[in-house]
DNA sequence: GTGCGATGTATCGGTCCGATACATCGTGGC
DNA sequence: GCCACGATGTATCGGACCGATACATCGCAC
């Protein structure tokens, strides 16, 4: 993909948990990456490269394409999990991409995002608690609402751990037609003999 | 207060919203704050101040004062909305500052984080609706709690917005031990005279 | 035929974080 | 008695990221 389209991908993978990616970060990340040899560029220059414009630094959408080293790496990344990977953000930049992960780091993660969301949550219970006096009628409700979110996300979590122990796909509690559903997660990508533990 | 302290005591304000404030952001801001005028040096250096120990640049403990001028400037941001209000963090700073705004302020900005809210809402039920074939499971499941999450949120704001207009302080749905409360929000801080709209 | 919104790459200044350094104080354990 | 350790407290530095901005092209509606 070029740049353009890869924030767009990204942000309707990404939409529900942070905000689109800043060009700011884009186009020097995309420029570490092939200087790592992560990525490289893949054809299509301009279409019209046959005349020499000598206008301003003119380059038409740049393609890039994933190296074999830069797929190695990629599964490296999402599959170790530094104190970082329980944050909001990078939890979910981690489930996003759970399919091209082993179930065994799909629980540690769960089960590491959990723990954090009920630190958290115990944090906001002892402030509800311990200075309810101190704090005005609206800080408390924000506390309550941040609570409730906590309560339901551990919920949430609680379920996905038990459908991975059960060896089931995520259920589909509010949508789904009929029953839930059952189709395959963590499909091996094509042409390429993936490590379980890199 | 001192830094630390002024620290501690966001962190118990906002904790629901954002980590705590980083001492690489903090003491930079306060001496900001102190350049602009709107918070003094306000005494307490040393307790052993009378020997000149000529160590490295000690200096324990500076605590700060807010100034008349950072009192009204404080007001204005505040009372002010931009963009930036609506956003998570924006509009949990807003909020848990709101018993020192007036009505008006809090309807306003309460309709527009719930116009924010219902605009993500809706890109996430766009997402779940046409791009659904093209996501994993995984990333279906995270669009789903975020949607969740929004039709949460809508709830409550939308609840918030009915006791303003009502002239209720917020509820509180699910603690309270008979009704809801009657405390008294934005009193008037005091010894200032407050102006309505900076 | 032209204006305007979507597409597309790029940079720059500023802000914030995470790690780290360093010093003091209170307190509990041996 | 003393000392180790965690809490308290101020401070800086490099790096990552955002928000604004600039500039060019393309397609299409009016």
């Not at 629980?107 to 608690?129: A, F, T």
């Not at 559903?181 to 993936?194: K, Y």
């Amino acid at each position: 993909m070029h740049g353009y389209e890869l924030r767009k991908e990204l942000t309707a993978k990404l939409g529900a948990i942070r905000a689109a990616i800043s060009y700011g970060s884009l186009y020097p990340t995309l420029r570490r990456l092939q200087a790592a040899g992560w990525i490289t560029e893949a054809a299509e220059t301009p279409a019209t490269a046959e005349e020499v414009p000598a206008l301003t630094s003119r380059r038409g959408r740049v393609v890039y394409k994933i190296t074999a080293e830069g797929k190695e790496r990629f599964a490296q990344l999402i599959a170790q999990a530094g104190p970082e990977t329980y944050d909001d953000t990078g939890f979910g930049v981690h489930f996003a991409f759970f399919a091209r992960t082993d179930q065994a780091t799909r629980l540690r993660i769960l089960e590491g995002r959990r723990r954090k969301i009920e630190e958290r949550r115990e944090g906001l219970r002892d402030v509800l608690g311990r200075a309810a006096e101190r704090l005005d009628a609206y800080t408390l409700e924000l506390q309550r609402h941040g609570l409730d979110a906590c309560e339901r996300e551990v919920r949430w979590l609680e379920e996905l751990i038990a459908n991975e122990r059960s060896g089931r796909a995520p259920t589909v509690p509010h949508i789904g037609t009929a029953g839930g559903r059952r189709e395959d997660n963590s499909p091996p990508p094509p042409g390429e003999t993936r490590k379980e533990r890199p």
